[in-house]
Structures are given as C-alpha cells and as structure tokens.
C-alpha cells in the first residue's frame, strides 16, 4: 500500500488510525473513487437483496458477507463497519428463513399440520426459553397455533400415521 501512495512504509506505523485524519483521509478516498458511506436504507436494501436472492443458493455465512461485500462495490458504496455487516447478514438470514417457513407451512395440506403440531408440542417443554422468545420476536406462530383437523389415517399395525408431502421450488 505504501507504494501506490508513494510513501515511505515505515510512516504506515506511525499513523494515527483514529481520529479526525483518518476520517478526512477516507472522505477523499471515497470522493475520488466516487463511492458513498452506507445509510441505514442502504443496509435495509442489502438485506432484503440477500434474503431474496442469494440466501435461497447460499447458506455460507463467508459468502453472503462476500456477496454483501461486492454488492456494495457495484452500487459505489463503502462496506459498512464489521458489526453492521454482521446485523445485515443476520436480518437477510432471519429474513429468509421466516419466508421460506411461512411459504412451507402454507403448502402443507391441514392434515398434515395437526399431527406436526402434536409432535412439535410434547418436545416444545424441552426447548430453551431462548428459542420460544426468539419466535415471539420474529412473530412467528407455534404450531399448535396453526389451522388442523382430527383427519389422521392408520397404518397396518393400527399406529396412526401422517403421510407427508412437501413440493419445494427449484432455484
């Protein structure tokens, strides 16, 4: 680095990395390679962007942040801070994961739900307080809570059994 600016490398360690200088000095370095800092909105635009179209093919953590990171070099904008990427990548996950549930669950016929909610009852006792708080944040329903009917049809050995089908898209 210190070549393409044509400084000697030993003033590299005596640079103040903090400060007034380091935030001019990247002010410039933005202007003259006309890019942008990033705003909340342009945070907001990248999650929704990941959660849309690369976590349905990628479920990489190194990846998304990769493509986070070459998304902000196409639109010209500086790549938030280590702690906001992170919070994107999170929220385009969270984001994902709640439409792919909610798209799954729609396609699943109410007779199939019922014996699912019965199952995922019992063992919901065992979950830890974290899971069950983070669903109520996402606003995600339990599965008891979804619509059911006693339709339930029994094996040869008289158990009763759930024949399950789920068509998932391809991307």
């Avoid at 600016?5 to 003033?11: I, P, Q």
């Avoid at 938030?80 to 909610?102: C, D, N, W």
Wanted: aromatic share 6%.
């Amino acid at each position: 680095m210190a070549g393409q600016v044509k400084v000697d490398a030993a003033l590299f360690a005596s640079y103040d990395w903090s400060g007034r200088t380091i935030k001019n000095h990247r002010a410039q370095i933005r202007d003259f390679r006309s890019f942008r800092e990033p705003t909340v909105g342009d945070e907001d635009k990248l999650a929704d962007w990941l959660a849309d179209k690369i976590c349905p093919v990628e479920m990489s953590r190194d990846r998304l942040r990769s493509a986070l990171l070459t998304r902000c070099r196409e639109d010209r904008i500086e790549p938030p801070k280590t702690t906001r990427i992170e919070r994107v990548l999170g929220a385009a996950e969270s984001m994902f994961e709640r439409q792919f549930t909610e798209t799954t669950v729609a396609r699943l016929s109410a007779t199939s739900v019922r014996p699912l909610g019965r199952t995922t009852a019992r063992k919901d006792t065992a979950f830890p307080v974290e899971a069950t708080r983070a669903r109520r944040a996402l606003g995600l329903p339990h599965v008891s809570q979804l619509p059911t009917t006693s339709d339930t049809s029994r094996n040869s050995a008289g158990s009763a059994a759930v024949r399950c089908t789920v068509r998932l898209p391809r991307w």
